[in-house]
């Protein structure tokens, strides 16, 4: 399969997908869990992000400090530009903080250069986009196991019928993207950052291309591979109904964390963001 052709398109997304996965001479980064466990999948120690310069600074994250826990799922909630996908995007290695530091595991990723970097992300962190971004040519099947692919690895298959079974789509491995239905094909990206057991898997905005019934079957997927599975998931969203099936939402305001919430419940939400004015969370 000539499968990194396909992913060098215009498309931001795929592009940034190629980024993720590329195959070079990065050598695999072992999954240090079994020897050292910090209690945290990932953290930020007074994280600081400035956009831009002078008159056009921005400050997106403003000092913050936040443990994101194991074998659980979180959701980031927040109005827009309080900082959530810059906060999720530090935290997943994808952009450079301007000061701070932040862990996956115990690795300080600001320690990182760029190779170790994008072996980093390659190998212990998942993502998923709102768009799904799945290659339009592969089948279900095919999209779900190309990090495997991509990165040259032996499948576990095991590993790989757990993912199919968690998702539920068994019988519709040999359908291409245009033949599954939004929330199907959200599912197969899902199953594709699962694929490589990362340690955290960090989803954007995963249910806003969907419908509310997509919605929950995805939003029931990522539960279950948090309960079944012990994944961590961290994700942005505006909906409170996508935040109460978290374990945890965490709400920013102006680049800072402002409020935490446990069991969150659609309700909860709702009356926090009230109570904190984030009502035009998005
Ligand atoms: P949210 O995800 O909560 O909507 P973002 O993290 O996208 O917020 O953005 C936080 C702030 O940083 C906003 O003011 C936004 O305009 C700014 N910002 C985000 N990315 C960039 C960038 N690449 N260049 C300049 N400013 C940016």
């Given at each position: 399969?000539?499968?990194?052709?396909?992913?060098?398109?215009?498309?931001?997304?795929?592009?940034?997908?190629?980024?993720?996965?590329?195959?070079?001479?990065?050598?695999?980064?072992?999954?240090?869990?079994?020897?050292?466990?910090?209690?945290?999948?990932?953290?930020?120690?007074?994280?600081?992000?400035?956009?831009?310069?002078?008159?056009?600074?921005?400050v997106a994250l403003d000092?913050v400090?936040?443990?994101?826990?194991?074998?659980?799922?979180?959701a980031i909630m927040g109005p827009s530009g309080s900082g959530k996908?810059?906060l999720?995007?530090?935290?997943?290695?994808?952009?450079?903080?301007?000061?701070?530091?932040?862990?996956?595991?115990?690795?300080?990723?600001?320690?990182?250069?760029?190779?170790?970097?994008?072996?980093?992300?390659?190998?212990?962190?998942?993502?998923?986009?709102?768009?799904?971004?799945?290659?339009?040519?592969?089948?279900?099947?095919?999209?779900?196991?190309?990090?495997?692919?991509?990165?040259?690895?032996?499948?576990?298959?095991?590993?790989?019928?757990?993912?199919?079974?968690?998702?539920?789509?068994?019988?519709?491995?040999?359908?291409?993207?245009?033949?599954?239905?939004?929330?199907?094909?959200?599912?197969?990206?899902?199953?594709?950052?699962?694929?490589?057991?990362?340690?955290?898997?960090?989803?954007?905005?995963?249910?806003?291309?969907?419908?509310?019934?997509?919605?929950?079957?995805?939003?029931?997927?990522?539960?279950?591979?948090?309960?079944?599975?012990?994944?961590?998931?961290?994700?942005v969203t505006h909906d409170p109904g996508?935040a109460?099936?978290?374990?945890?939402a965490l709400f920013l305001a102006d680049g800072r964390i402002v409020e935490s919430l446990?069991?969150p419940t659609s309700d909860r939400v709702l009356d926090l963001m009230k109570k904190l004015d984030l009502s035009q969370a998005g």
């Amino acid at each position: 399969m000539s499968m990194p052709g396909t992913l060098s398109g215009g498309d931001p997304g795929q592009i940034l997908m190629a980024r993720l996965w590329c195959r070079d001479s990065v050598a695999p980064v072992t999954n240090n869990t079994s020897t050292t466990l910090s209690a945290a999948a990932a953290r930020a120690v007074g994280v600081t992000k400035i956009y831009g310069e002078g008159s056009t600074q921005v400050v997106a994250l403003d000092d913050v400090s936040v443990e994101l826990d194991r074998s659980r799922f979180t959701a980031i909630m927040g109005p827009s530009g309080s900082g959530k996908s810059t906060l999720m995007h530090c935290l997943a290695g994808l952009d450079s903080v301007t000061a701070g530091q932040v862990f996956i595991g115990d690795t300080d990723l600001t320690s990182l250069d760029d190779k170790a970097l994008t072996a980093l992300r390659r190998d212990r962190v998942g993502f998923v986009f709102q768009s799904f971004n799945l290659v339009p040519t592969l089948t279900a099947l095919e999209n779900i196991r190309l990090p495997l692919d991509l990165a040259g690895r032996q499948s576990d298959k095991e590993w790989v019928d757990t993912v199919i079974d968690t998702i539920g789509l068994r019988d519709r491995l040999n359908h291409r993207p245009t033949e599954l239905s939004g929330g199907q094909q959200q599912r197969v990206a899902c199953a594709r950052a699962m694929i490589s057991r990362p340690e955290v898997i960090f989803a954007d905005e995963p249910t806003g291309n969907l419908d509310s019934r997509s919605s929950a079957e995805v939003l029931g997927f990522l539960r279950r591979s948090v309960d079944e599975t012990g994944q961590t998931i961290v994700i942005v969203t505006h909906d409170p109904g996508a935040a109460s099936y978290a374990d945890r939402a965490l709400f920013l305001a102006d680049g800072r964390i402002v409020e935490s919430l446990d069991d969150p419940t659609s309700d909860r939400v709702l009356d926090l963001m009230k109570k904190l004015d984030l009502s035009q969370a998005g």
